[in-house]
T-cell receptor
Framework: DGGITQSPKYLFRKEGQNVTLSCEQN?????MYWYRQDPGQGLRLIYY???????QKGDIAEGYSVSREKKESFPLTVTSAQKNPTAFYLC?????????????FGNGTRLTVT | QKEVEQNSGPLSVPEGAIASLNCTYS??????FFWYRQYSGKSPELIMS????GDKEDGRFTAQLNKASQYVSLLIRDSQPSDSATYLC?????????????FGTGTQLKVEL
């Protein structure tokens, strides 16, 4: 089955540690996205990538980093510089050939930093 | 002004009734519009997409778009308890840097027995 796999589902870290969230897709989608969701808030865009080896900052990129070395993979690193890292992180992808194509989401990773 | 605005709710409707969810957006350059449903603790799933003015129907769902007034709505007919969820409106703007989808904060829908 084609889809987007995020791992792990739950992640716990101590303050000051970097942590990397995995996102893999086998949909052959060109574009991949990372969003963050906090309680009572909508999804906020962290980073996105439209092609391999290229990515752009979203609205809240500070304290995060990404890489896009393979089409299938778009890992997100939450660095110690992120002030409030505890959140629900969602990875999404879409085909890049159609500007109107919708986003498809993974199941999310819930990160808790104490 | 927020780019995409929704009433947070909760919107409560009785089972079998029509639920009407509304969304307004600020950028007149917005190209395409999506409704996602999100159950508590889960990821969003696509319900409807609409690109042109007017209505688009899919089963019990109807999306309505009015670009002149900058609003998009979602109607759910014959509402069921399983429709109870948060509904996210998303708007796509084609920017110089790429293709950006902006989400509203969502409207919580409760369908009561």
């Amino acid at each position: 089955d084609g889809g987007i796999t995020q791992s792990p589902k739950y992640l716990f870290r101590k303050e000051g540690q970097n942590v990397t969230l995995s996102c893999e897709q086998n949909l052959n989608h060109d574009a991949m996205y990372w969003y963050r969701q906090d309680p009572g808030q909508g999804l906020r865009l962290i980073y996105y990538s439209q092609i391999v080896n290229d990515f752009q900052k979203g609205d809240i990129a500070e304290g995060y980093s990404v890489s896009r070395e393979k089409k299938e993979s778009f890992p997100l690193t939450v660095t110690s510089a992120q002030k409030n890292p505890t959140a629900f992180y969602l990875c999404a992808s879409r085909t890049g050939t159609d500007h109107n194509s919708p986003l498809h989401f993974g199941n999310g990773t819930r990160l808790t930093v104490t | 002004q927020k780019e995409v605005e929704q009433n947070s709710g909760p919107l409560s409707v009785p089972e079998g009734a029509i639920a009407s969810l509304n969304c307004t957006y600020s950028d007149r350059g917005s190209q395409s519009f999506f409704w996602y449903r999100q159950y508590s603790g889960k990821s969003p799933e696509l319900i409807m997409s609409i690109y042109s003015n007017g209505d688009k129907e899919d089963g019990r769902f109807t999306a309505q778009l009015n670009k002149a007034s900058q609003y998009v709505s979602l109607l759910i007919r014959d509402s069921q308890p399983s429709d109870s969820a948060t509904y996210l409106c998303a708007v796509r703007i084609l920017t110089g840097g790429g293709n950006k989808l902006t989400f509203g904060t969502g409207t919580q829908l409760k369908v009561e027995l």
